[in-house]
């Protein structure tokens, strides 16, 4: 039997193309992985390097202040997917859905070893935290959806494949590409859900979504150029590449409600 038949015979909408959503919910029952599954005890959980104990020191600051950013994260996440699973009207999507809260909590368990084999929390990104709160605080589902999963998780992609080439033979590493391709299905089942939720809904619905993207846009700005201590001295060689990050993420947030039917008309570049 096919995922189609499964679907009609467990009485699922097969009127309107929730199958794209269902067959993310198979998807994501086979990609599921366990924490334990991760090679620790056998490769370091962070780069390991050689020098002077300050320098050492500063280096281990970097990595616990990236973890820490990874792990606030996912905690948001576990909040947004939970509201997404309780929210979202149809069968398929709470389906859906259940599997991405397990992901996420999942990806919390991760961070919250690795954190503690490196050495403990750093700073916490205070804009990471406005951010999440006022995608939870969205008024409609479509909003929540285009945020959560259709931009941001599309775009912590490549910061994965970036901390998991800087960290070689880490846990760190094992860790990032497992995340990567877990976004890319929480990214994937996103796209499929909300080409569903947008065909129903009017233009109304559609102009106060992008809205909404567009007044998170400056404190979205804020977020991706935020340093923290730990991370200062690196800062100032960062803030170029953070500023080119910053477009590629806004010109790819554009691309893809383009592709959604969006009419995105103006932006305006907070940088
Ligand atoms: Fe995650
Ligand atoms: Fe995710």
Redesign the pocket.
Known sequence: MDVQEHAEELGLDTRRDLQGVYRYYELAKRAEWQVRDLPWGDIPPIPEYSGPPQKLARRRDLWRSVITQQLQADEL?VEMATQLFSIAPDREAKLYYTT?VQ??SR?TEAWLQLIEEAGGMAERDPYLDQLAHMTLDADTLEEKVFLMQVFY?RLIIPRFRMIARSSRGTVLEDLCNRLAI??GI?HGAGMAYERVLLEGAGRKVQTRLIDAANRLLPLFAKHALWRPKAREFIGALMRETDIRMLHDDIENGVRLANSLGLDVGDIQLPV
Do not use: I, S
């Open positions: 996440a991405m992901d996420e990806h998780e877990d976004d929480h």
